[in-house]
């Protein structure tokens, strides 16, 4: 699908997770896969199969990944593993409130969750808009609802859906057939993570702070001026310079009236963030920089703006 001069490919993943998708993006030949989430021994293997052998043989430019759930087969349940998990907890319950934590990516099985629930005696408390998708798909199976008369209640508990905050960003790990190494491409949460990322156009004398972020941001200019406030220097900048801020500094930043600037910026954290910082000459001190070739830095920027 392509989208101004960007062109989007979607790809299978596995429906059954939070943020389960697979994208490859396009532009100005800077080649980007992203998937936020994937289960490797989950219930689609193909589906996860063919957008990996897809990424290898594209030649990425950039990876973004966020996390696996599992990565030994033996403790995975298939979704009637999982239907009769849920029975043996429901019947051997003590208490008389039960919380589980479900989806909306696989309507069947909430029908069986929730037939199960109401064969076991069970009423079942479902989040704004799960209760219509249900008896939506009911309607379909023609099945009939009925009530349980008992105290005994199923609780869907609300997903936690985790996208960017477990993102890893990086230039594709090959193994040694030149395909991407999936196993190997997946840091540690605390590595690296993206917090936000932007474009503003801003208007005359737009103010921005003071603001203090627990991440760090780097901002590039792309056209105009604006003054850029620290609680040590005050920095005048327009196009083609940039500026750093450090997580826990105090900032402000001003665009100015006759040329309000434009910028795009990225903002990370983690333990990796904390070492690639400390390898390039930018810190508090000295956070004004310029780039003679901004044009990877504007790519990538561009790129994650979309997903």
Known sequence: MPVADLKITALNNDDGLWGSIALYLEHDHQ????VAKFDIHGIHKKRIKAWKKFFSQQKLDYLILGYQDRDDSDNYLSKTGQLKNIEKTLE??????????????DPEQLVKIDDLAHRLDYQIKWLPGYAELISYFK??????????????TLIQREAQAHITDDLTISSPLLAEDGKIDFMNNFAPSDQLQLAN??????LSGHKYGPAVRPYYLIHYILAGSGTFKTDQSIYKLHAGQGFLIEPGQETTYI???????SYVWIGFSGNFADQLMQQIPLNQREPIFSLNDPKRLIELVNLLIFI
Do not use: C, H
Not at 31 to 34: E, I, N, Q, R, V
């Open 92 to 105: 051997q319950a003590d208490s008389t409130q039960i919380y589980l934590e479900m989806t909306p990516f």
């Open 197 to 202: 990322v932007g474009r503003s156009d801003t």
């Open 139 to 152: 309607q379909l199976d023609f099945k009939e609802d009925s009530p349980a008369a008992t105290d005994k």
């Open 31 to 34: 080649k980007l896969g992203y």
């Open 255 to 261: 665009a100015d009236k006759n040329t309000p600037w």
